[in-house]
C-alpha cells in the first residue's frame, strides 16, 4: 500500500514526504538508549524508489491532545519491561527532555550514515499559537542541539484561515488513492513550470516574456482560463519548434 501511495505521489510530483519519524524507529534498550531505523530506512527507500523524495520531512516532534486548543503532548516511547509503548507527555515532564537527548542524537547519526541529513527536515509543532510558543521553543532548541544543519519547518499559526487537508481519494480495493480534480489541477501547474523551465534552458527570453504575460505581479495575473490556454498554446508551440 505505502509503495502504491508512493507511486501516486511520483506521478503528481510531490517530491516531499510526511514521515512519521518516531513510529518507524524502535527502542532497543532503555538503560542506555539504543535506537533502530530499519522500519524508517525501508519508508524512505520505497518513496525514493517511486520517484517521490526530494526531502524527507520528519513529523511534528510536538502534538497536541485533541483539537487546535487543546493541551500540547510530546509523544515518546517508554520501554516497560519487556514492552515499549509510545506515550504522549506534557512538554515539561523530564522524560521528555530525557528521550529527546537521546533519540535526536541517534537519528542524527542514522541520517549521516545513510546521507540522508541534507534531505531531512524536521517539525517542531504546527501552528503554535496562545502559550504554546514556550514549549515550541524549548523543544525547537533541542532539535537544533541534536541536529545540526537541519532545517527546522513549521507552518505559523493560521487560527483564522480555513483549508482542504485531503487532495486524494481512498481506493481501499486497490489499496491505493484517487487523484482529486485539485490534485489534477496542481499537477498541471507544475507541469506548466516544467514546460516553462526547459523552454527558459533553450531561450530564457522567451520563457520570461511567457511567464510575465501569464503572472505580472503577485495581484496581476490571468484569470480568463480560455487567455490563459492561449498562452500555454504558444508555451508548447515555442518548445515543439527546433
Known amino acids: 500500500m505505502v509503495a502504491n501511495l508512493a507511486r501516486v505521489m511520483a506521478e503528481y510530483r510531490q517530491n516531499i514526504v510526511l514521515t512519521p519519524t518516531l513510529d518507524l524507529a ?15 530506512d525501508g519508508w524512505v527507500e520505497t518513496f525514493q524508489k517511486a520517484g517521490a523524495i526530494g526531502f524527507i520531512e ?28 509510545k506515550a504522549e ?30 534531505i531531512y527536515l524536521q517539525h517542531v509543532l504546527d501552528e503554535p499559537h496562545g502559550d504554546e510558543p514556550a514549549a515550541y521553543a524549548r523543544v525547537a532548541a533541542l532539535a537544533k542541539k541534536h541536529l545540526p544543519g537541519v532545517p527546522t519547518i513549521d507552518a505559523i499559526d493560521a487560527h483564522d484561515v480555513s483549508g482542504d487537508a485531503f487532495i486524494v481519494y481512498p481506493d481501499k480495493a486497490r489499496l491505493s488513492v484517487f487523484a482529486s480534480i485539485r490534485l489534477e489541477a496542481m499537477r498541471a501547474g507544475i507541469e506548466d513550470y516544467e514546460m516553462l523551465t526547459s523552454l527558459a534552458r533553450r531561450d530564457p527570453a522567451a520563457a520570461d516574456a ?6 505580472a505581479s503577485f495581484t496581476d495575473y490571468v484569470r480568463d482560463p480560455a487567455a490563459f490556454r492561449r498562452i500555454e498554446a504558444k508555451l508548447i508551440e515555442a518548445l515543439a519548434a527546433r
Open 26 to 40: 524502535e527502542l532497543l534498550s532503555a538503560e542506555e538508549p539504543r535506537f533502530a531505523f530499519e522500519r524508517f
Open 89 to 118: 507527555l506534557p512538554p515539561d515532564d523530564p522524560r521528555v527532555a530525557r528521550f529527546l537527548d537521546a533519540f535526536l542524537p541517534a537519528l542524527n547519526s542514522h541520517l549521516e550514515e545513510k546521507r540522508w541529513k541534507g
Open 210 to 215: 511567457l511567464a510575465r504575460e501569464a503572472v
Open 58 to 85: 520528519g513529523e511534528h516532534l510536538v502534538g497536541r491532545a485533541g483539537g487546535y486548543d487543546e493541551p500540547l503532548v510530546v509523544p515518546i516511547l517508554l520501554r516497560e519491561g519487556e514492552t515499549v509503548r
